[in-house]
């Protein structure tokens, strides 16, 4: 019998993903429906809803889900849910679809490249600016998540879906991607009760290292869960990233305490309400707690550095069964002579060793020496290539 | 409103200590009656009972209370309880004191200290053997809890007590002496919901500073819970322990993370039983968790390392609401280039720094230096100064 958290909503999880012969009848059927394409984000929110991360939605959101979710934190049925998932299309495109009829959503990369079928539902217009307000905290055009809301079609579609495609996802990345159900199994096979996510989109150095540290310290297990959907231009690929991750586990880590994944969302940088959105879908992985850092899913300063920590004291008791483990900036003390952060290390900042990311990069492609205080040799080994290669 | 654990037992702090003029007053009444020496442990356990760290006990444990506990691990009415709390006294006494009649009890070194009154209502003999088997799992006399209960004198008495004195820790300890009602109120004062206790009756080295902060990363704060009682011979004695944990705190932690107290309970060695004891009373004092570490109160190699960890998911759920932070032996790791466990470290034992609480005094009695990775130099300057004084 299994030990974890149960999967969000109350039911088991629910993956949308047709594999086999029902996905190639349902291929070619949805070779003669209209083609919709969809942006880097839907397809992120597609792929999701395939592997069974967002249990337990059925496909995109309709218009009193998407209201109820800017407005209350849940679906139209009570079930929390802090972020809207919905697709949108312009209204010529919208206008041509009858409600109740199905289309076929393909890559906006490639549209022959279908990702799924829906049936049509529900059409409507939303109030961008009161999204905006409500999941961002601001309207400013130069946050790269009110852009993208911004920048949508005028039409929001809703519907059930069936997915028909991994995106890629499970051939880049073999068995270091894993849905919902692996994890679980893995963690089941490993005996863990509780396990910690750790949520990254970059590599990890000592300071972050400390972090999956003190969460293996009192949790059975770390699902180190690296973000491999779109994210800034000038972040590490999701390659070297996961690579560099590899490194520093096989090195400093006990074996069969954590486990490296990734997932296929792109970044919203909606701050708190992204921290929430992490640890729903960190429960259908099957993990008890989210480590939730300074600034978390943040961008900019739209956000102050513990919004992400105090939100969580905001929703209703119950919302989640996964709970965050608060933790603040974290970074080696000379005094303390070791790992600390700002809980734990009572000196002056001039004892703290900190990097910024430009420091490092800059650090990395003139070749200069990285304190190994800041990070293993090991780790920086692999982003030295990185950089060199970018040359 | 506290955010606190509540009380054990479902109701308010129960503190048997009578002051004022309801002290005097009985006091006064106790010094015509019977006097009955008791134990230290027996002692340390009334002084409990005065501060209200046994709540919800009303005394001493009646003989069904005491089978109950034993076997189940609750008294007759199924409340929780781990470890018999019981007074006892030589048969001649015993049979002196008719049923319903009071005594006074009064210190093992000075009679005319009288600690407490009690109505006696009950008297019984006890299967020793079976205590030792159930609560020390062994009856092996060289077991120092063991050899406590085979050398305690053969009836026992069973009854509600009135508490007339606090032993002279307040005097002795100042400030740092605190009932549990007096440490919830700090707690309560910082605003924390979350407080995991440290129990120690050691000085602490970086491995104790280790397991504190990593609650602290996790918790809103640690206090740091020094047994006062008598412990084993050749351990440094409460006063210079307490020293050398204040000057660790003022120098290692952060202000307002970690509260330092102490506790008048003689040590029984019982590892994971009194692992549990210490879960149980900690709750009382307002701690949320425990944290328990390698052979958690064990002595010699009675218990498994790690037996104390285990015994916390072999409870009924919902016996304690104070639940372990379980954590493995702790030390510098040359290779990891800081603190670890064996949870964290993978490397080799000749990389990991250990030090044998016999090589330490051997050190620091013969002023031999000792590497900072294991222990602050400020810490080491109070223990040095003890050993001097010992020569």
């Known amino acids: 019998m299994t030990k974890l958290v149960k999967p969000h909503g109350g039911g088991p999880l629910k993956p949308l993903l047709l594999t086999g012969v029902a996905r190639d009848t349902e291929l070619q059927r949805a070779s003669s429906l209209p083609l919709i394409p969809v942006s880097s984000r839907e397809k992120g929110d597609l792929l999701m809803l395939g592997i069974g991360s967002f249990t337990p939605l059925d496909g995109f959101m309709h218009h009193d889900d998407w209201r109820s979710v800017c407005d209350n934190y849940t679906l139209a049925n009570g079930v929390f849910w802090p972020i809207p998932i919905t697709l949108s299309t312009t209204k010529t495109r919208a206008d041509g679809i009858s409600i109740n009829s199905e289309i076929a959503l393909v890559d906006p990369d490639n549209s022959s490249d279908i990702l799924a079928t829906m049936r049509v539902t529900g059409k409507y217009m939303i109030d961008k600016a009161h999204e905006c307000k409500a999941v961002f905290r601001t309207t400013d055009p130069e946050h790269p998540g009110v852009r993208m809301v ?63 540290k003190v969460a293996i310290e009192v949790c059975d297990g770390v699902l180190v869960h690296s973000l491999l959907g779109n994210l800034k231009a000038g972040d590490i690929p999701a390659d070297v990233r996961t690579k560099a991750i590899a490194v520093l586990i096989e090195k400093y880590f006990v074996q069969k305490t954590v486990v490296q994944s990734g997932y296929p969302l792109d970044m919203r940088y909606a701050g708190p309400r992204e921290a929430l959105l992490h640890a729903l879908f960190r429960q259908n992985y099957g993990c008890s707690h989210l480590i939730v850092g300074r600034d978390h899913a943040g961008v900019g300063s739209y956000y102050g550095p513990f919004d992400a920590h105090a939100i969580f004291d905001e929703i209703p008791r119950g919302a989640l069964e996964t709970k965050p483990i608060k933790m603040g900036l974290t970074f080696w003390c000379h005094r303390c002579a070791g790992m600390s952060s700002g809980r734990t290390c009572p000196h002056d900042v001039k004892d703290q060793l900190q990097v910024s990311g430009t420091q490092l990069r800059k650090w990395l492609s003139e070749g200069h020496p990285v304190p190994a205080e800041f990070s293993r040799p090991e780790v920086l080994e692999v982003l030295r290539a990185y950089y060199a290669k970018l040359e």
């Open 150 to 212: 911004m920048e949508q079609a005028d039409e929001n579609l809703s519907g059930p879906v069936k997915v028909l495609s991994q995106g890629g996802f499970p051939e880049k990345y073999g068995a270091m991607y894993m849905s919902p159900a692996q994890t679980r199994a893995t963690f089941d096979a490993n005996g863990w009760a509780t396990v910690a996510a750790f949520q990254t989109r970059n590599p990890m150095h000592r300071s972050h290292e400390y972090l999956a």
